[in-house]
């Protein structure tokens, strides 16, 4: 029976796979009146018998023209060709509006396929001059929401439009966000056509970023800026035929900003419930055990699984309120955040626990409270209690078995009843010479007194205090970037930045006992100089995490030269911290 449905379950797939379809496409969307618009009806066969779609009042330019091309390759031995018809029409519109093209059909391999509709939105257009850079060249930023409360998310897109010819580009400066906990998010780079007041616009997303608001007040999203090479074609030089036969260009560079935006934070509510450990968004919260009865000694699992959206990432282990005879081990955190949280996402804390002793044991329910963003007040939500029963160890030390006593032969080669009397006797007259037993007894002594001083003498040496510290701080610098080293081995460079990253946020965090939710460059400022740490060792370690951030956003060929080096750059870092800190 399986492999009748696996036979039917390979042959669909094989024929969905085999299918032929109709897709449409346009270069324009939306476009503007008057301008040409591309439409492609694409299919991967042979194809004939087209029928033309109703465009709804687009004027026709040109069309249907049709196009095939064929391609061939070969695999494991094996050569397959496929061949792809195409029907293209330009057409217009001499008005605004929403102009919806009909379905088309052809015919391709015996079967009649069809497109799906396809709409297209005109705007009117507006004239614009082309020699006006910061009109043909700007950033923009959006943001979700601009009045939030501590605590709650927002994501900032930074959006590059341009009218120009780019070669490249590259992040110059990222801002700071001071204030925020935050979280980037892959966005693709890709240049996409979109129309602002009118104008087209080749529109890209250069950077997109998950903010969490650690404090309140007015927050300032600093502005990014971006290095552009910008293309301009030399003008025809009519003295010289050969030049005007070749395109050239020069490469002109220019620094463009986005504007500074303000975001209004306002404390959460008072008075907040005893329970409330920062949880801001709409969470959903339970648990269970991986089993209810046990031996003692034994281990079980407890687990809680939350899940939600909002800055669930920044929630930490909860402290339930286990019994006492309960040996308990800090959790195991597993997560799955998408978009930073502001998409459902899961997070789990498992803990192990070994009961000790026998009995009767109940593990009760959690409140979990937080302040919900849709409701505008805080939620109360609670875990299930757990009965958890404990039976007699199978290797219990503490068992007391009694025996009886019984009469005990004597044997040669046994143990025979204490005696009640003791009776001795001179075997000779040897007189033990004391000052040797003096001497035995008292040169252990002695040797460990004179081994302590030396070592005292040593330690109180600056320069084995320093070697000391120097190679504490080493191995704390090797252990934290571990994870970077096998990145950079794997030539994973986007990883290895922020792994790095992390490594430098994660040390930082650890060593000032500074929480998640507090991590900014304004923490990092004011603990240095609380622990009298030198501005240059400060200024070295904000510009690593800059240059890190970066890094990860400038093209891929540039990645590869520097990574060595930032390597080393953050071991040197975190030891000159720990060199410092007294």
Not at 208 to 235: F, M
Not at 250 to 261: D, G
Not at 384 to 407: A, R
Request: glycine content about 4%; overall charge positive; aromatic content about 10%.
């Amino acid at each position: 029976m399986k492999k009748i449905l696996l036979s039917i379950i390979l042959f669909f797939g094989l024929f969905i796979t085999n299918a032929q379809t109709l897709t449409v496409t346009t270069d324009k969307n939306p476009a503007l009146v008057g301008e040409q618009i591309l439409i492609k009806f694409t299919v991967n066969a042979k194809a004939k018998d087209f029928k033309s779609p109703n465009f709804q009042g687009l004027r026709i330019l040109s069309g249907p023209n049709s196009s095939s091309s064929s391609s061939y390759s070969f695999v494991n031995g094996e050569s397959k060709s496929e061949i792809t018809t195409t029907y293209s029409y330009y057409v217009s519109a001499s008005k605004e509006g929403n102009y919806t093209i009909s379905s088309a059909s052809v015919n391709a391999n015996k079967k009649i396929i069809s497109s799906n509709p396809l709409t297209i939105k005109v705007v009117k257009g507006k004239k614009q001059e082309n020699n006006n850079i910061e009109k043909n060249l700007f950033i923009t930023v959006n943001t979700t929401k601009k009045n939030i409360i501590v605590g709650e998310q927002i994501i900032v897109s930074y959006k590059l439009h341009t009218r120009l010819e780019l070669e490249n580009t590259e992040l110059s400066q990222l801002p700071n966000l001071n204030g925020f906990w935050k979280k980037d998010l892959e966005s693709s780079s890709r240049f996409k056509r979109e129309v602002i007041d009118g104008i087209p616009y080749n529109t890209a997303i250069i950077k997109k970023t998950v903010l969490t608001a650690q404090k309140s007040g007015k927050l300032e999203i600093d502005p990014i800026k971006v290095t552009c090479s910008i293309r301009i074609t030399n003008q025809r030089n009519r003295r010289d035929p050969f030049a005007n036969f070749f395109n050239t260009y020069n490469v002109r560079e220019e620094i463009v900003s986005s504007k500074k935006i303000t975001i209004n934070v306002k404390d959460l509510p008072s008075p907040k419930p005893n329970n409330f450990s920062g949880g801001v968004g709409n969470f959903e919260i339970s648990s269970k055990t991986d089993k209810n009865e046990l031996n003692a000694n034994d281990a079980l699992t407890y687990t809680i699984k939350l899940t939600g959206t909002g800055n669930i990432e920044l929630i930490k282990p909860f402290l339930i309120d286990f019994p006492k005879d309960f040996e308990v081990y800090d959790p195991k955190i597993t997560e799955k955040i998408f978009q930073g949280g502001n998409k459902r996402s899961i997070k789990t804390f498992e803990y192990l626990l070994i009961p000790r002793y026998k009995g009767d044991y109940k593990i009760p329910s959690y409140n979990f409270s937080f302040f919900d963003t849709k409701q505008k007040k805080y939620v109360t939500k609670k875990t299930q209690s757990h009965s958890i029963n404990v039976l007699k160890s199978n290797n219990d030390e503490n068992n007391t078995t009694s025996f009886s006593q019984q009469k005990v032969e004597s044997v040669n080669n046994d143990i025979n009843y204490i005696k009640n009397s003791t009776i001795f006797s001179e075997k000779n007259n040897q007189k033990i010479n004391l000052t040797i037993i003096y001497i035995l007894f008292s040169l252990p002594i002695i040797l460990m007194i004179l081994l302590s001083i030396i070592l005292s003498v040593r330690n109180k040496n600056p320069l084995n205090l320093i070697d000391k510290k120097h190679k504490l701080a080493k191995k704390i610098a090797s252990k934290r970037l571990k994870k970077a080293n096998e990145f950079l081995k794997a030539k994973n460079y986007d990883g290895f930045y922020e792994e790095i990253e992390k490594s430098l946020w994660g040390y930082f965090s650890d060593k000032f006992k500074v929480d998640i939710i507090n991590l900014s460059k304004d923490s990092i400022n004011d603990y240095f100089t609380k622990y009298e740490i030198s501005k240059d060792v400060k200024n070295q370690f904000i510009d690593l995490i800059n240059s890190c951030e970066l890094e990860r956003y400038s093209p891929a060929s540039n990645k590869s030269e520097q990574v060595n080096s930032l390597l080393s750059e953050a071991e040197k870092i975190i030891i000159n911290v720990e060199a410092e800190l007294k």
